[in-house]
């Protein structure tokens, strides 16, 4: 498979002139994924950001076919859109699903469920902003341990979100699904060839993409590449494939870079004390030791 | 420049004018996101290598590459500073918009 | 054509496979277990070529067939009590979006207390959704609704989700002797679905199921109904269209027995009103001037063509098998404002009976009647221990099986 770069990815636009927020990460793993995937794509969205800031009649954002959800159901109308496509005969196209973390490892958990279930013919993005950041900012299951969110507050009984991330990737996996994969916004490349690596799948995709959210991590919002770059290189997320049965870790750095860095950029973390940033990198390490020993080879 | 444009949209004069059911045609942009910025970037084409890493990583998709030199869609962009930020020779400058224009 | 004895839910499964829809997506339910079944076993056999999805859940059943339906192939999905519930918010996104979707619903009760057997709560709690909704009398019926269903559906002005109702186990259980077109008769009558305004296609690009702010939303929903109102005309005119190249139709959206010249009529819908033209016409025989109406759509409401039936009653009776709680029969409710709004001024009596398949006998029906009569005479049955107190004294509770 050729490498995809900023040289020879296509310089058409195929989601444009939305309204998410500048520096929004979610919107970049979008915006990349359409020019992947091309103009013969029905794309499938549920209620959440994306969604918001795409389809306000009359201003559509999508250039190609696109339909907003219920919040629980992208997993059941990509899937719908698929078997629709296939009755009427109308063939290379893709059905694909972006939702967000809530719309994924929480209301959307089993709609996605029965689609990797059935082998659907769709690709399912997880773009994953670690909150419920359309409605202000609130705790999902995807919300890492010590986050500060407006259902989640951070005081003098909590530390914020008192669970660890829902193991998404995982719980996708244990389905036996074509291909799952982890990203970020941070290693582009990395993300793009998953991307392209989807569209030759036969069967369900899923690809989780990490991507930050200025708004609710509490950062400026040039820093979004930078920011989901480190997330991985200090560990606390990772790139990930799940083919033919088998995991494999993309990334494995012999050194993490220090937790504390990354999470002193965001608001969302500036509470954590010390104990707590251990915690996290408890979590992080057990959570590694696990991944090396069980997916390298 | 190489970019979606702007659909003159009309209001549906009746009830019955309007689309059915919650439909709209996609590639459908009635208005613009310039007046979000308030800082505007501005390539220093003596120093842009050509990397393309602005295009890349633009969560707006405002950096056409298909002329000689890269190219800004201020109509779009948002003035977020990623493609600044993420600039390796620092060719990309945030210039504070001017409150008239 | 074929004539076979077959129960309510097989004769929908029939209707279904001579409707083609492109894609099943369902869940089981019971009682509508056997139009799954049958659908997937018609799948096997290659009768049917369909897609089958064995779909997680109901709200999945539902958005699986949206997703069906925004691309411009034929969607069909049956459910029941629960399962409806369970699908709620999937209704009013598929009316909105103007999907020509059509459901089977086996009417059942609602927990709690649980029970699987029939009566009309769980489709009532749907009025409001934005889906036609027919509710039919027997297993021909069924069948035949299935066929008219997408072509009511699918008629470019009307584009709206169809739900076709069945009387749980008393119809979906129940064996009648059912003609069941052929194929080639069905293709006659009803055409390949053809959707062009709201579907995505490689042709022209749509984006589907969008936000409307303030600014405009409010017109996006004057539109639904105003053309929901006007769907009246295409039902009458499929219905008719039916009737003609098939020998058997079902009047629109009610059907009138004696009603001319009768003081009191009875409003049915449903499988209650085969029992109810049997004791009509026995009290007819009688020489009591009575009559019946089965109504048959509950949305789009049949306002003109139920105050027209209604206009020379002097007591009208409206038989509901589900109560909207704090108030009265939700048909009822919906027959006393038609009446209001065309002037009218019957009394009006509102019989509660059937919830969690209590049945609805013949004496029941008799008893309706006879209350009737009694109403026709004087103000109200005062002395009735099954009647409640005021301000509720229009409502009959039938067949309880203690004082109230």
Not at chain 1, 32 to 48: N, Q, V, W, Y
Request: proline share 4%.
């Amino acid at each position: 498979m050729e490498r995809i770069t900023a040289r020879n990815l296509t310089n058409e636009e195929l989601f444009y002139g939305h309204k998410a927020c500048g520096g929004c990460g979610e919107s970049l793993a979008v915006r990349l994924a359409m020019k992947i995937l091309g103009e013969r794509t029905f794309a499938s969205l549920p209620a959440g950001c994306m969604s918001a800031v795409s389809f306000i009649y009359p201003n559509m954002a999508f250039r190609t076919n696109a339909i907003i959800t219920p919040f629980a159901s992208t997993g059941a109308v990509a899937a719908g859109v698929a078997a629709g496509l296939q009755a009427l005969g109308i063939k290379d196209t893709y059905s694909v699903g972006f939702a967000g973390d809530g719309g994924t490892a929480d209301i959307g958990l089993q709609a996605l469920s029965g689609a990797i279930d059935r082998g659907d013919q769709i690709i399912y993005f997880c773009n994953d902003n670690e909150a419920y950041m359309n409605t202000g900012i609130q705790k999902s299951g995807l919300t890492p341990f010590g986050t500060k969110t407006t259902t989640s507050p951070a005081g003098a009984n909590l530390p914020g979100s008192t669970t660890m991330k829902k193991n998404m990737f995982e719980i996708v996996a244990a389905h036996d699904i074509a291909y799952a994969a982890t990203a970020s916004v941070g290693y582009l490349e990395d993300y793009m060839m998953k991307v392209e690596k989807a569209k030759s799948v036969k069967g369900t995709s899923y690809i989780h993409v990490l991507a930050p959210c200025p708004t609710g991590w509490g950062t400026t919002s040039e820093i979004t590449i930078s920011l989901a770059k480190e997330a991985v290189d200090c560990g606390l997320w990772y790139l990930a494939e799940y083919e033919d049965g088998e995991f494999k870790l993309n990334k494995n750095p012999k050194e993490f870079t220090p937790v504390e860095n990354y999470v002193k950029k965001q608001g969302r973390f500036k509470h954590l004390k010390d104990a707590e940033i251990k915690q996290l990198e408890a979590a992080r390490d057990k959570k590694w030791e696990k991944m090396r020993r069980n997916w390298v080879k | 420049m190489n970019r979606p444009k702007m659909v003159n949209f009309k209001d549906p004069e009746t009830v019955r004018d309007y689309p059915m059911g919650a439909t709209c045609d996609s590639d459908h942009l009635t208005s613009i996101n310039a007046g979000w910025r308030t800082f505007r970037p501005v390539i220093d084409q003596e120093k842009c290598i050509k990397c393309m890493r602005c295009f890349l990583v633009c969560p707006d998709g405002v950096i056409d590459k298909s002329g000689d030199q890269l190219e800004i869609d201020y109509d779009f962009c948002k003035g977020c500073g990623v493609c600044a930020h993420e600039c390796k020779p620092k060719a990309i400058n945030m210039v504070k918009e001017a409150i008239n224009g | 054509m074929a004539r076979r004895f077959v129960s309510g839910n097989d004769a929908v499964a029939e209707g279904v496979r001579l409707a083609r829809p492109h894609v099943i997506s369902a869940y089981p339910i019971t009682p509508q277990t056997i139009v799954v079944e049958r659908l997937s076993e018609f799948v096997e056999d290659g009768s049917l070529q369909s897609i089958y999805m064995h779909v997680e859940s109901e709200h999945s059943a539902l958005a699986a067939a949206m997703g069906v339906s925004s691309v411009g192939a034929r969607a069909f999905t049956a459910t029941s009590s629960q399962g409806l519930l369970y699908m709620a918010e999937n209704l009013p996104y598929a009316s909105g979006a103007r999907m020509p979707i059509v459901m089977m619903n086996a009417n059942r009760a609602l927990a709690t207390p649980w029970n699987i057997y029939g009566d009309q709560m769980d489709s009532m709690f749907m009025l409001n959704s934005g889906w036609i909704q027919v509710y039919v009398e027997d297993a021909q019926e069924a069948l035949d609704m299935m066929i008219q269903a997408y072509k009511i559906a699918e008629d470019p002005k009307v584009l709206t989700p169809f739900m076709v109702n069945l009387d749980g186990f008393v119809l979906t259980h129940t064996y009648e002797v059912v003609d069941i077109p052929t194929q080639e008769e069905v293709d006659a009558f009803l055409p390949p679905i053809n959707l062009s305004e709201n579907i995505m296609s490689m042709e022209a690009p749509k984006s589907l199921c969008i936000t409307a702010g303030n600014n405009y939303n409010m017109e996006f929903k004057i539109k639904q109904n105003e053309e929901m109102i006007e769907s009246i005309s295409v039902i009458e005119q499929v219905d008719a269209a039916f009737e003609k190249q098939f020998g058997r139709g079902y009047n629109g959206l009610l059907e009138t027995v004696d009603c001319e010249d009768a003081d009191v009529i009875l409003v049915t819908t449903g499988s209650i009103t085969g029992t109810a033209r049997m004791v009509q016409k026995t009290l007819r025989a009688e020489g009591k001037k009575v009559g019946l109406l089965k109504l048959r759509y509950l949305r789009p409401f049949p306002t003109k063509a139920l105050t027209e039936a209604l206009k020379n009653a002097k007591v009208v009776g409206v038989v509901d098998k589900n109560i909207s709680f704090g108030y009265e029969g939700t048909i009822f409710t919906n027959v006393n404002s038609a009446l209001m709004q065309e002037g009218a001024s019957q009394k009006v009596d509102n019989f509660i009976c059937g919830l969690g398949g209590r049945d609805v006998t013949k004496e029941n029906i008799h008893e309706m009647y006879e209350k009737m009569l009694v109403h026709l005479e004087t103000s109200a049955d005062v002395n009735d221990a099954n009647v409640a107190s005021k301000p509720q004294d229009r409502i009959h509770y039938m067949n309880v099986r203690c004082a109230l």
